[in-house]
């Protein structure tokens, strides 16, 4: 069984950045995606980025983050870079690992295993 620990969420200012992090453990072979994930306030789960362990250079983007977020792996260790944060980006933010091969943009719903989510806080 793989296990998910995110870590980095924090309060800050508009405009600041942060850099999130998801340590995988277990057997983390068989997880072909990992994932970030938002909740925000009063909003259901979107998905932010993802990234294969098989291809560090394969990844995906909301429409929301791209330009401004950047995912990478190192290993075990899955980073989500946030830059130029905005209110809009408050929420809860989840890791997740999907063990499919094929994952359909940031369906939530084909990711399998879940981290227990760390909070960012942007202020105005």
């Known amino acids: 069984q793989v296990q998910l620990a995110e870590s980095g969420g924090t309060s800050v200012q508009a405009g600041g950045s942060l850099r999130l992090s998801c340590v995988a453990s277990g057997l983390t072979e068989n997880v072909w995606y990992m994932g970030w994930f938002r909740q925000r306030p009063g909003k259901e789960r979107e998905g932010v980025a993802r990234i294969s362990t098989r291809d560090s250079k394969a990844t995906y983007y909301a429409d929301s983050v791209e330009g401004r977020f950047t995912i990478a792996r190192d290993n075990a260790i899955v980073y989500l870079e946030m830059n130029n944060l905005t209110p809009e980006d408050t929420a809860i933010y989840y890791c997740?690992?999907?063990?499919?091969?094929?994952?359909?943009?940031?369906?939530?719903?084909?990711?399998?295993?879940w981290g227990q989510g760390t909070q960012v806080t942007v202020s105005s």
């Open positions: 997740a690992a999907a063990t499919r091969p094929v994952v359909t943009a940031l369906n939530p719903a084909q990711f399998a295993i």
